[in-house]
């Protein structure tokens, strides 16, 4: 007999959450090593006990928030369609936008941090290796061509949406996606037409 699914607490959710949101925002504000429990505490209007009672110190934060964003990626861009994304690249760039809806504030955070190496490395890698695995299964291109496409194409997206975070955004992120998806799938030429 099966055993019924573990009901999600709604508490420890809306806490961990809490706690994610509270450590995004002060890494724009402060280096990580600068970062304290009490912080994170304060900030998330919890007491140090109860940040105890789900983690033993901030670098298993880091490791939860990192890996539940390249969870996160990695299931959008399963058996991603590459012919059909050169077709409508904006189908790809739509399910990053939607991830980035489901929490923008926190999204926010995450990426305006100009010093979160570790997490933009994480994510880029994540990408890359859904998105060789994509291209690889549909296209017979050498793996060594691929791998500088997606680090040319991977590279700059994050730079554009983290510099997006980093503004004003004067454009709208749906705007932003729809600019990136032509420029990453078809180059300055799918941006500004071809004045010839």
């Known amino acids: ?55 033993a110190g901030i670098y298993e ?16 861009l399963d058996g991603a369609d590459i012919r059909e994304a050169l077709k409508n690249p904006y189908l790809f760039f739509n399910k990053l936008t939607t991830i980035i809806n489901t929490d923008p504030e926190f999204y926010g955070h995450l990426l305006s941090m100009r010093g979160n190496v570790s997490l933009v490395t994480k994510i ?33 997206m994050l730079s554009v949406y983290q510099n997006w975070f980093n503004s004003e955004r004067s454009l709208s992120i749906e705007e932003l996606s729809r600019i990136l998806s032509l420029l990453c799938f078809r180059g300055l030429v799918g941006i500004l037409g071809d004045e010839d």
Do not use: C
């Open 1 to 55: 007999m099966r055993e019924p699914a573990k009901k999600i607490d709604r508490r420890v959710v809306k806490t961990k959450k809490a706690i994610h949101n509270a450590f995004a925002k002060l890494l724009t504000e402060k280096e990580l090593n600068d970062i304290t429990i009490s912080d994170i505490a304060e900030l998330a209007d919890i007491n140090r006990k109860t940040f105890y009672n789900y983690y």
């Open 61 to 76: 934060v880091v490791d939860e928030i990192e890996d539940g964003i390249v969870q996160t990626l990695r299931d959008a």
């Open 124 to 156: 880029s890698a994540a990408m890359k290796e859904s998105l060789r695995d994509a291209v690889m299964s549909q296209f017979s291109a050498p793996r060594g061509t691929v791998d500088m496409i997606l680090d040319y194409s991977l590279t700059g």
